[in-house]
């Protein structure tokens, strides 16, 4: 059964950099597409990036779009969060995500496999 573990959250001031990994046990990567979703303070959870199986296609929400980048290495089984310019809304605990039906789902409900998730906290 597909395990994920997450890794690289932190604390960071606003404008600041942090890459989120996540390493895929027990069952190749590959079959899956992977994502993110946080759930701010307070807040449901959200899906807020994806990758599809080959890596071909991504998907962000609005409000990270330009910031965060995502990215995979099947070899390694592992996906990465490259977020950049952090801002305060951005705190929350970060989960990683899979789904083996969908090509590349944003919908938090579309994913069937979660991590434990990491915190990042944005604040001056």
């Known amino acids: 059964q597909l395990q994920l573990v997450e890794s690289g959250g932190g604390s960071v001031q606003p404008g600041g950099s942090l890459r989120l990994s996540c390493l895929a046990t027990?069952?190749?990567?590959?079959?899956?597409?992977i994502g993110w979703a946080r759930q701010a303070p307070g807040k449901e959870r959200e899906g807020i990036s994806c990758?599809?199986?080959?890596?071909?296609?991504?998907g962000y929400i609005e409000s990270i779009k330009g910031r965060f980048t995502i990215s995979r290495d099947n070899a390694k089984n592992t996906v990465f969060l490259q977020m950049d310019n952090l801002v305060p809304e951005d705190t929350g605990v970060y989960y990683c995500?899979?789904?083996?039906?969908?090509?590349?789902?944003?919908?938090?409900?579309?994913?069937?496999?979660w991590g434990q998730g990491t915190r990042v906290s944005v604040s001056a």
């Open positions: 995500v899979a789904s083996a039906t969908w090509v590349c789902p944003l919908q938090a409900w579309r994913w069937d496999t």
């Open positions: 027990e069952v190749p990567s590959d079959r899956y597409a």
């Open positions: 990758i599809s199986k080959d890596g071909e296609h991504t």
